[in-house]
């Protein structure tokens, strides 16, 4: 037996019990935790893009000047004997002088051909002054803006001097004549490119730049002062965009070894395999490949440009590493200029680095300017002597025995590198230096699929990784491999080019210009493709329709479309979404394509997206109709009747659960208003009259006798923290009297879409929670006049509305707007007040120069058309055409009609429109002038533009959009195949999770072993505080000390260990409504704090109780049909004990009001709602909608629920009396499965024990509890407790009860009926009696149990010190 308990306690049984308890937190599903909720719904911000070459360039023109004189050698230079005589690979002395010297020009010219074969090339030969100069101008004068090279061998004449000239011969060869380098820059002007192969180059460049300076000295001198004489002369042409390449340093000779040609720097720059051959012959490391001798390299078969042939290979190995090099090594600018500008001068700059190695052997160093860092001992020339080892030793057996070529293995081994950079590198690290090799690659076939991976791999590694791939010159390959038909390839070029164009999308442009749009198009048709394919081509094709008109008509003519709506239904949901958002944007401002849609009814077949069960799919689903409908084109009767379906599928997302569709919603119903603006400016006017002239009580004016409330004291209200979301409140005190309850579009209760009817509008009030757009002075409409518009219950005059019947869609969607105005998510009901001001402004602004209701004209109906093309009239002078009206200027006021007797002239809250242009108008109000004219000379236009269409719709569009495209293509730029954080084993979240469920565990498993010991008293005072407001709702958080309590409007946060307070914050509800509920939601890890007000209204918190700022995840109307029972009740801050008071000495029998009740199981995602409604709604937090409504069957409130899901069971008490019990999997009509009677009056509490064969407990205002079996009819137990409970509690673990009372006394009992405490009295607060008990609550695992009373004050009690 001893052996067992010692057991029991050992440290290997605790581990694999915490282990146990660890996993079932591992399995929990998280709420609200995807991207949408912690992002904000934006587009990246798009990098600034240097890939392209603003100024590319062509290299039009050659000169080729040869200074050789030959057999003459200049008198300066002593050759030594023998002495390199080779110039382009030819002996000067074996032929005559004259003939060499042409032989010679014509092999350089050849050599140049290779690299440029269409350039114009001119020879010099032996060349006087005025010969070059004739030639330079000439050259200059065809080339225009491009580029000319000029080419200067001087190994016949004397060194270049340090004043800055060169050297060339007079007429008749008998002297040499200088010519200065500031006379060739004149001459040949800019952009040039000298190449100068010489002894002492260096000091041509030195000069060069010299003179390149005086130049640009002399040009300003010029601008400042035109008198000045060097202003009268032609202005030189600036130096700035010139390059030079000089064979060696200032003070250095050329090499003279006989074994090299002269023109050894020439050789290098044209013919770079050949020379490099020969000098890797002449190194010592050459003997270690038998046979190969300088004769046999002259034999190489191939030729340069087939990579098939050895040559051929050789030299695109030596492409391959020389662009690796300049990559890895120069600056990005100066890399983008030298070797992607102009092909001429980067094949010279590519074979310059081949020079600066072997020429610095001979100890000569090559310049360039613009200069470059040394590369002569980058690691990549190793890579190049083995390639030339491994080529040059099958030599003699392919010339001799007719052997096979064996492929170098260099481009398989340089992506193996590039695969283990990928593979194994770490975050931040420089880039790989083989990405330009992966370029060269994919002009392989053989090695193209590999380079294509491995490239899209790289390009997955973020934003960065596409820009430094496009700055590497990738672009015109993918986009040529676009007309390759193999289909291997699909999948790798569809992820690359989603990738290119999620960061930079202006490839639009060049992918419809070479028809690559058609190759995406049969991606996304074709059936066999991976969904994940198809969704990135559809994203691609989405990216090319997107405000480009090109790109729209080509899509549309490759049948997009079509091939869209067929894959509307695919299962894969960012398919559904990119589907949608691709139609949407195609047919944005494109009637043709709108009209496609219609033949092809694409509005209804989106219809069938509206209650797709991801988010983002509604909201993609919502754009594509909001754009569908925002077409400006002209409208005929069909279109509108389109456009009116469309509007009604739309409003009945108006209590979507997502406050992203909402959004969505509101920009699209924006669209709807745009076009049919004068009809909505009717409906405006109308019920602005109509507010005008109705009077709503206040909810609060009535107090009720048995009020209790001590009058607040002002130290008792603290600072509010700010809130992000509420960033425009610009002060608690304002926000909390913004009345914002609006009209409620309410959904017939079994859930399905109901035709709209003014029955069906009932007037409930949401919350709204903005409090306040930008300035609420601004607008013309402020939330109260909203308000009070959606509670007018007087429909008799809306039935006189002016030419729009009252049921009329336009009214419908006025009233959606009036709703989504009053939204409790702050972004909602933002975007909503812009449109609903949008049109309050233009028809109060419209209607102003004439009295709406005199003139007999108005009564004719409106014409369905948006925008009326009627004639205007406006006079030169710019004032209206009404007699008595002042000619004012309308700057910002519109001229008032004259007033008639005894009239007020109506008044106008100030209100400056910011926009330019002038907004469409009516067909009722003849518009007199242009509305935001700029005064009489402003009006002098023609009157033409009065017709543009742009003015005014360019206010509401521009403000009004989501953001949610660009937000949803962010997901193509980030890493897709990297494990995501949470994953990552070794990851700072994972870590932190980890650490988060030891601490469950430890919890559960440490007040587990209390509770089992049982607890015998529960009265000692842990924590006592006074609390900002009377506390009206209190929760316990699950794992940490931390203590959430709710006044009316506002929650506030306790850390109960060390008694401080962590957080006090504001819940946005308006002022008549108040909190009811509150859960914590995911409490096992990363938790969020849910909060429920009595109008329906859910809201959803995270960043409390730490260091940040609250902010608001989610909110949505949880019941859209309860009223705010604060009517007619008191409105105190001790409302909800006055509610119970009140229900306790009147046995109302369930009259008064339960607010919102709800209940969260986490493990299902699954939160119930109701309250004083006729139905229990359950939403689906992981859709984010409701996905069953069950009916209670009761015409009284629900006061309380309690859910099982292991068994699928909801119980809930009722203010009858009753308790249900409900089985949610059965339908709508079978489901109460159980129906208890025994309780004569509001249960206050039904709990449903969570145990298999767990049983329902229920507590009644008379203080009766009763058990109950669920299988079984009668209780099988009663206990009586105190009489006039306001408040109570059971102990999910610990079998106990706490029961509090008006009578200022908390009664804790255990499952047998016996009082294990009686709490009167504040521990230590000079004896002082607790207040009426307003809430209370037991902590859901340790035996702790907080009360919030009516003074204020919030305590907790707990176990002896003994057993904690």
Same mark, same amino acid.
């Given at each position: ?34 991207? =949408? ?152 002007? %800019? ?24 130049? !640009?000295? !002399? ?13 009268? /002369?032609?202005?030189?042409?600036? /130096? ?16 003279? #070894? ?110 360039? @300017? ?50 283990? &950079? ?106 066999? /493709? ?87 799919? =509604? ?38 659960? %997502? ?140 039935? @006189? ?14 009233? +959606? ?167 990552? +084993? ?33 009265? $000692? ?91 608001? +995840? ?16 008191? %409105?105190?801050?001790?409302? @909800? ?10 046995? @109302? ?82 489901? =109460?499965?159980?129906?208890?009677? !025994?309780?004569?009056? &509001? ?68 499952? #047998? ?37 009516? $003074? ?13």
């Amino acid at each position: 037996m001893k052996m067992d308990s010692e057991l029991l306690h050992s440290p290997a049984v605790c581990l694999a019990e915490e282990e146990e308890a660890d996993m079932s937190d591992w399995n929990l599903p998280l709420a609200f935790m995807k991207k =949408r909720h912690s992002e904000k719904i934006e587009g990246s911000k798009a990098l600034a893009q240097s890939w392209r070459m603003k100024d590319r360039m062509k290299t039009v023109s050659v000169a080729l000047v040869l200074c050789l004189n030959v057999g003459v050698d200049p008198p300066d230079v002593v050759k030594t004997s023998p002495c390199a005589r080779l110039e382009c690979w030819i002996d000067p002395l074996s032929m005559s002088p004259q003939k060499a010297l042409e032989t010679i020009g014509a092999n350089l010219q050849k050599q140049y051909e290779n690299w440029q074969p269409r350039a114009r090339y001119k020879q010099s030969l032996d060349p006087t002054v005025d010969e070059v100069k004739k030639l330079c101008t000439s050259l200059r004068r065809n080339a225009k803006e491009e580029r000319v090279l000029f080419h200067y061998n001087g190994h016949g004449v004397p060194r270049p001097t340090v004043n800055g000239e060169i050297w060339v011969f007079n007429k008749n060869y008998t002297q040499y004549i200088p010519l200065s380098v500031y006379d060739l820059q004149t001459w040949m002007g %800019s952009p040039s490119i000298f190449v100068y192969d010489c002894s002492n180059a260096g000091i041509i460049v030195k000069s060069f730049k010299q003179f390149a300076l005086q130049r !640009e000295q !002399e040009l300003e001198v010029a601008a400042i002062n035109p008198n000045h004489p060097l202003a009268q /002369m032609p202005l030189p042409p600036s /130096m700035k965009n010139c390059i030079q390449l000089a064979a060696c340093e200032a003070s250095e000779l050329l090499p003279m #070894n006989p074994d090299l040609p002269a023109d050894l720097f020439t050789s290098c720059l044209t013919t770079p395999i050949k020379i490099a051959l020969r000098w890797f012959c002449m190194q010592k490391s050459a003997k270690l490949v038998p046979g190969v001798t300088l004769d046999l390299i002259e034999k190489i078969p191939g030729r340069l440009n087939d990579r098939r042939t050895p040559l051929g290979e050789l030299n695109w190995i030596f492409t391959a590493i020389t662009d690796t090099i300049a990559w890895n090594v120069l600056p990005r600018d100066l890399f983008q200029k030298l070797f992607r500008q102009d092909l001429l001068v980067a094949s010279l700059f590519r074979n310059f680095l081949l020079a600066e190695r072997i020429m610095r052997s001979y100890n000569c160093t090559p310049v360039s @300017s613009p200069r470059l860092p040394p590369t002569y001992m980058h690691a990549m020339w190793q890579a190049w002597d083995l390639a030339v080892d491994i080529c040059l030793s099958q030599l003699p057996t392919i010339i001799e025995e007719g052997t096979a070529f064996r492929h170098s293995p260099f481009f398989a081994e340089q992506l193996t590198a590039f695969q283990v &950079w990928l593979t194994m590198g770490v975050e931040n690290r420089n880039p790989p230096e083989q990405l330009p090799i992966v370029l060269q690659v994919l002009l392989s076939q053989v090695h193209r699929l590999r380079a294509l991976d491995l490239l899209g791999r790289f390009l997955d590694l973020g934003p960065w990784a596409v820009s430094l791939a496009l700055s590497v010159g990738i672009f015109p390959y993918v986009l040529k491999l676009l007309q390759s038909s193999a289909r291997e390839l699909r999948p790798l070029l569809v992820f690359i080019w989603a990738k290119i164009l999620a960061v930079d999308s202006s490839c639009q442009a060049d992918l419809v210009k070479d028809n690559g749009h058609k190759y995406f198009l049969s991606v996304l048709a074709d059936p066999y /493709m991976p969904a994940e394919h198809r969704t990135m081509a559809v994203f691609i094709l989405a990216v090319i329709v997107n405000s480009y008109t090109t790109g729209q008509e080509a899509c549309l003519q490759g049948n997009l479309i079509a091939i869209c709506l067929e894959q509307l239904s695919d299962p894969h949901p960012l398919l559904r979404q990119w589907v949608a958002i691709c139609l949407g944007r195609i047919w944005q401002n494109f009637d043709s394509a709108r009209w496609c849609g219609v033949r092809d009814s694409a509005h209804e077949k989106l219809y069938s997206l509206l209650s797709d069960p991801i988010p983002e799919v =509604r909201c993609a689903a919502v754009f594509a109709l909001g754009t569908f409908v925002g077409n400006s084109a002209e409208r005929t009767d069909h279109s509108t009747t389109i456009d009116h379906n469309v509007a009604m599928m739309l409003a009945q997302l108006i209590n979507d659960g %997502s406050p992203v569709v909402r959004k969505e919603l509101v920009v699209a119903l924006s669209h709807l208003v745009v076009q049919y603006e004068s009809n909505f400016c009717t409906v405006a006017l109308q019920f602005m009259e109509e507010e005008k002239n109705y009077t709503v009580p206040s909810p609060a004016n009535t107090l009720e006798p048995c009020n209790l409330t001590p009058v607040r004291d002002s130290p008792a209200i603290p600072r509010l923290r700010s809130v992000n979301s509420y960033t425009n409140i610009r002060a608690a005190t304002t926000a909390r009297n913004l009345n914002k309850s609006l009209q409620n579009l309410n959904l017939n209760e079994e859930g399905g879409p109901v035709a709209f009817s003014p029955g069906n509008l009932s007037t409930s009030s949401s919350a709204s929670s903005t409090l306040g757009s930008p300035d609420n002075d601004e607008y013309i409409l402020s939330f109260e006049t909203i308000d009070k518009m959606r509670r007018v219950s007087s429909y008799s005059s809306l039935n @006189s509305l002016i030419g729009v019947s009252f049921n009329s869609v336009y009214t419908q969607i006025w009233r +959606v707007l009036l709703h989504l105005a009053a939204d409790p998510f702050p972004e909602v009901s933002d975007l909503a007040m812009k449109v609903l001001n949008s049109i309050a402004y233009k028809a109060t602004m419209n209607a102003r120069p004439q009295r709406i209701l005199d003139s007999g004209s108005l009564t004719q109906s409106a014409p369905a058309s948006p925008t009326s093309k009627g004639a205007h009239i406006l006079q030169a002078g710019g004032s209206p055409p009404m007699p008595s009206a002042s000619s004012s200027s309308l700057t910002n006021e519109v001229p008032k009609p004259p007033t008639r007797g005894g009239e007020q002239p109506p008044t106008r809250p100030p209100y400056t429109p910011t926009l330019g242009g002038q907004a469409p108008h009516s067909h009722q109000f003849p518009r007199t002038r242009k509305m935001f004219d700029k005064g009489p000379s402003g009006s002098e236009q023609a009157g033409d533009d009065a017709d543009d269409p742009g003015g005014h719709k360019a206010y509401m569009n521009a403000n009004l959009s989501t953001g949610l495209c660009d937000w949803s293509a962010k997901y193509f730029a980030q890493p897709v195949m990297k494990i995501p954080e949470e994953h990552d +084993v070794e990851s700072q979240v994972r870590k932190e999770r980890e650490w988060r469920f030891l601490r469950n565990a430890r919890v559960r498993k440490q007040s587990q072993r209390i509770t089992q010991r049982g607890v015998t008293r529960l009265d $000692d005072q842990i924590f006592i505080n006074r609390n900002p407001g009377v506390p009206s709702v209190v929760k316990f958080h699950p794992f940490n000390p931390c203590i959430a309590v709710a006044d009316k409007d506002s929650i506030c946060f306790w850390d109960w260990e060390k008694a401080e307070r962590l957080d006090y914050f504001y819940n946005g509800n308006p002022r008549y409504t108040r909190i009811t509920a509150m859960e914590y939601l995911n409490g096992h890890d990363y938790s969020l704090l849910l909060t429920a007000t009595d109008d329906g209204a859910l809201r959803i918190w995270k960043n409390f109780a730490d260091q940040r700022n609250p902010e608001m +995840v989610t909110a949505w109307q949880g019941l859209s049909d309860m009223l705010p029972t604060t009517r007619g009740q008191p %409105s105190s801050s001790a409302h @909800s004990l006055a509610r119970r008071v009140s229900i306790c000495l009147d046995r @109302s029998k369930g009259q008064g009001g339960a607010g919102m009740v709800v209940d969260w199981e986490q493990e299902t995602g699954l939160l119930m709602t109701s309250g004083d409604v006729r139905v229990i709604r359950i939403w689906d937090t992981e859709r984010e909608m409701k996905v069953q409504d069950i009916p209670t069957g009761a015409d009284s409130c629900v006061t309380c629920l309690s859910c099982d899901s292991q068994r699928s069971l909801i119980a809930a008490g009722l203010g009858d009396g009753s308790v249900r019990l409900y089985d949610r999997r059965m339908g709508a009509n079978e489901c =109460r499965v159980m129906t208890y009677r !025994e309780h004569s009056s &509001w249960v206050v509490k039904a709990h449903l024990q969570k145990q298999t064969d767990g049983k329902i407990i229920s507590v009644s205002v008379d203080g009766d509890v009763r058990f109950f079996e669920l299988r079984s009819p009668d209780s099988v137990n009663v206990l009586q407790t105190v009489k006039g409970l306001t408040a109570l509690d059971i102990h999910p673990q610990a079998n106990l009860f706490a029961c509090g009372s008006m009578n200022q006394f908390i009664a804790v009992y255990n499952s #047998n009926g016996d009082v294990i405490s009686n709490i009167k009295y504040y521990d230590g607060f000079m004896g002082q009696r607790i207040g009426a008990i307003s809430c209370l609550a037991f902590h859901p695992y340790w035996p702790h149990l907080a009360v919030g009373s009516n $003074d204020y004050y919030m305590s907790i009690y707990s176990a002896e010190k003994r057993l904690r």
